[in-house]
């Protein structure tokens, strides 16, 4: 079990989203969207990260914590 998920969800993000969202959300390379303004719930942040969408891939080898950890830590980069 991960002790804190957003520490859990930063070190995922640092090794998978952040090339193209940057480290802020705001990168926006090849087209990735600003994570800092989301408008998803969580439940569709799974489903998106989980199937990819236009250039973002799927990530299928991430485990439900994993994703739940990531979800909490996008969550922190919100304006």
């Not at 990819?52 to 979800?71: F, H, I």
């Amino acid at each position: 079990s991960i002790a804190d998920p957003t520490v859990a969800g930063k070190l995922i993000y640092t090794n998978t989203c952040v090339r193209c969202h940057g480290t802020d959300g705001k990168l926006g390379l090849s087209g990735a969207k600003d994570l800092s303004a989301t408008k998803l719930t969580a439940e569709e942040q799974k489903i998106q990260i989980r199937n990819g969408k236009n250039s973002m891939p799927a990530y299928k080898d991430l485990t439900d914590e994993q994703v739940d950890a990531l979800v909490k830590y996008i969550a922190t980069l919100k304006q």
